[in-house]
């Protein structure tokens, strides 16, 4: 379950009861439309697709048609509008894997690090998923497939209810922060033509003054290696807060 912050869209801003019939197929079935092979699923698909490449700002019905090759009138026959349509995209990219490996092979702790790391791995894939509030999603089968599949195996935790959908919400705002990070740093190289490594040289002058001056004894003294790039922050976070989970647990089972 994903819930990027702030952004450019707002999940479950167009006709809910719509979205719901469209996610669940249980409304009316759309009327055959002129070009053949164009389908709901094919529509989501290509919206996708426009997004991931072109970003979310790029998203509209005319675009998505000219993917299609076809008019943007043809869309309205199986879905209201952006809006809805965003809902379903949504829901389309957070489709769990059919693998039970996915979620790793272990007890709880597992789940959760597998998680972690499947959501970081779903915003690198969309990045466009961190331009969308989903502050009220529209529910539909994937999202409630994932989130059943991860609290089946975190269920034994011997958490309240509130607390188990809790520690899933620790780790997806954990990844939203840790995925933003890392696109905004290859955002930032893109937009400027500066590597990082040239973009760090370029500072290094000013920075060395400044060790040298004795303004700042602690950061003078950190060791070369403790802004390299071999050190993986992500995952340093990561299991540390899957070690503040472990420990409550513990406290909670023998209390």
């Keep these: 379950m994903s819930s990027g912050t702030g952004g450019t869209e707002t999940s479950g801003s167009g006709d809910i009861t719509r979205t719901l019939d469209l996610l ?28 991931d490449r072109e970003g979310i700002g790029a998203l509209s019905m005319r675009r998505i048609a000219t993917e299609l090759g076809t008019g943007t009138m043809s869309l309205y026959r199986y879905v209201p509008g952006k809006s809805e349509l965003l809902d379903l995209m949504l829901d389309r ?93 290859e955002e930032a190289e893109r937009s400027s033509g500066l ?27 950190l060791s070369e290696d403790t802004f390299g790039s071999d050190f993986d922050h992500f995952e340093f976070g990561l299991q540390r807060i899957l070690d503040g989970l472990e420990e409550f647990v513990a406290r909670r089972t023998t209390g």
């Design 195 to 221: 590597t990082d490594a040239r973009f760090w040289e370029a500072q290094r002058p000013a920075l060395e003054k400044a060790m040298n001056s004795g303004r700042y004894p602690i950061l003078a003294g």
């Design 24 to 51: 669940w197929d249980t409304g009316p079935r759309p009327s055959r439309g002129p070009k053949p092979g164009l389908t709901l699923d094919r529509i989501v698909e290509a919206a996708i697709e426009v997004a």
């Design 93 to 185: 990219v957070q489709r769990p894997s059919e693998d039970p490996a996915d979620l790793g092979d272990g007890g709880w702790r597992s789940a959760l690090e597998a998680l972690g790391r499947a959501t970081l791995a779903l915003y690198r894939r969309h990045p466009w998923l961190l331009q969308v509030n989903q502050s009220r999603p529209i529910l539909g089968p994937s999202a409630l497939d994932g989130m059943e599949k991860v609290l089946s195996r975190i269920k034994p935790m011997g958490l309240s209810d509130p607390e188990l959908v809790s520690a899933v919400i620790m780790i997806d705002g954990y990844v939203v922060g840790a995925a933003r990070t890392q696109l905004y740093q």
